[in-house]
């Protein structure tokens, strides 16, 4: 399986606090009000039952219209985008990359002030069409969370930044 928990113990419960205390708070505010200039109110999600299911922030504007944000607050620069292939290594739960709802994973390298905003259809054609390739090239990582595992593959970020602009412009018969 490879070497588990390489970085250290994680702690779901512990890594949830983290972000409920909106630690980086008004940098990622403001890279919402940038990234979605006609936004008109950013919601923080403290319910605990959204938090499980990737929910981080609602964005509404003005038009009635939402968008759904799952962060991801990455504490060291590694120069990869780290995908969640399984929540929990034992008992084979799909990770955030399959399970995820939201419109879109904002992944805030904290250290180097570097957000990537992945929208998830997107993220996940990338995956399905490369993930072969990945699998092969990317030795998977495992975390140590206590009480189970999590397994995840680190993408270099230029890797999947790629794959993800691919997937914005196919070719078809017309």
């Known amino acids: ?5 390489e970085h250290g113990l994680n702690d779901f ?14 940098n990622l505010n403001a890279f919402y009000k940038k990234a979605f200039p006609l936004a008109e ?3 923080f999600v403290s319910d605990l039952e959204l938090q499980k299911k990737g929910v981080d922030k609602i964005i509404y504007f003005k038009d009635g219209k939402c968008l759904s944000i799952d962060e991801k607050k990455r504490r060291k620069d590694y120069g990869d985008i780290l995908l969640e ?3 929990n290594y034992g008992k084979s739960t799909p990770g955030w990359l399959y399970y995820s709802q939201c419109d879109y994973i904002v992944y805030a390298v904290i250290p180097s002030g570097i957000i990537y905003l992945l929208p998830v259809l997107l993220l996940q054609m990338a995956w399905v069409k490369n993930r072969k390739n990945w699998l ?39």
Do not use: W
């Not at 419960?13 to 008004?26: F, G």
């Not at 975390?143 to 999590?150: C, E, F, I, L, R």
């Open 13 to 26: 419960h512990l890594d949830l606090q983290y972000s409920i205390e909106n630690r980086d708070d008004e």
């Open 85 to 87: 292939l399984k929540s």
């Open 1 to 5: 399986m490879g070497s588990m928990g």
């Open 136 to 174: 092969e090239n990317y030795p998977k990582k495992y975390a140590d969370n206590g009480h189970y595992y999590t397994e995840n593959i680190p993408i270099p970020a230029d890797v999947l930044l790629n794959a993800i602009s691919k997937e914005m412009k196919q070719r078809a018969t017309i």
């Open 41 to 43: 109110k950013i919601d």
